[in-house]
Every structure is written in structure tokens, then in C-alpha cells.
Nanobody
Framework: QVQLVESGGGLVQAGGSLRLSCVAS????????MAWFRQAPGKGREFVSA????????KYIDSVKSRFTISRDNAKKTIYLRMNNLKPEDSGVYYC???????????????????????WGQGTQVTVSS
């Protein structure tokens, strides 16, 4: 079992920055692939970024490329999402997900799908004002 707790959200003006953290407890996450998703009111959970278990492969939704950076520190059981130049459309509740997707080919195929992740945190609210 893995428990995930997100933090770092808040209210920020457009152009500002935030760094989200997702801390895991329970078993180690060394073998877990992890990802960030977000959900705006009335919308489904949208993929934002993913990182493989080793931290060598990452994925981003096109709208955040060059602005967001995902990283992980397995020793601290933590993943991060550094968000720069935030825009109002980045607003939403940000969730981190974790699970073991398997071989790299499966990660490449399924990392952006929320159904691929068994463990989720409670989310942290990000609000970007214009």
C-alpha cells in the first residue's frame, strides 16, 4: 500500500510559479511510476506530467511543456512538479498518482492514462488569477 499526500498549491497571479510536492508513505516508491493530473470544476481528470520509476523518462501535456518540470527523489519518497509562468487555464486540483506500470514500453503507452494508477492523493488546489 502507498499513501500519497500532495502539497504546495495556492493562489498565484498569472506568470507566477509554484512547486508541488507529493510525499509517499507506506512502502518505498522506488519501483513506482508516478504522475501528476489535474481536474478543473466540471471537467475530467487531465494528464499533466509523468515520470518513470528511474526518473529518466518524462512526459508532459503539450500546454505545459517548457513551463513545468517533474522530478523525483526516491530517497525522500517524493515527487515534485515545478510550475513556472502559470496561466489561468492551469487552475484546478492537482493530484499525484502512483503504480507500477511495468516495462518501459508499457510506461510509454499508458503513463498518460489516469486508469493506469492505483494510488492517489487527496489533491492540492492551484488557482491562477489573471
Amino acid at each position: 500500500q502507498v499513501q500519497l499526500v500532495e502539497s504546495g498549491g495556492g493562489l498565484v497571479q498569472a506568470g507566477g510559479s509554484l512547486r508541488l510536492s507529493c510525499v509517499a508513505s507506506g512502502r518505498a516508491i522506488t519501483w513506482d511510476d508516478m504522475a501528476w493530473f489535474r481536474q478543473a470544476p466540471g471537467k475530467g481528470r487531465e494528464f499533466v506530467s509523468a515520470i518513470d520509476r528511474i526518473g529518466t523518462r518524462t512526459k508532459y501535456i503539450d500546454s505545459v511543456k517548457s513551463r513545468f518540470t517533474i522530478s523525483r527523489d526516491n530517497a525522500k519518497k517524493t515527487i515534485y512538479l515545478r510550475m513556472n509562468n502559470l496561466k489561468p487555464e492551469d487552475s484546478g486540483v492537482y493530484y499525484c498518482g502512483a503504480d507500477r506500470l511495468g516495462v518501459p514500453e508499457r510506461w510509454d503507452r499508458y503513463a498518460t492514462n489516469p486508469s493506469s494508477y492505483k494510488y492517489w492523493g487527496q489533491g492540492t488546489q492551484v488557482t491562477v488569477s489573471s
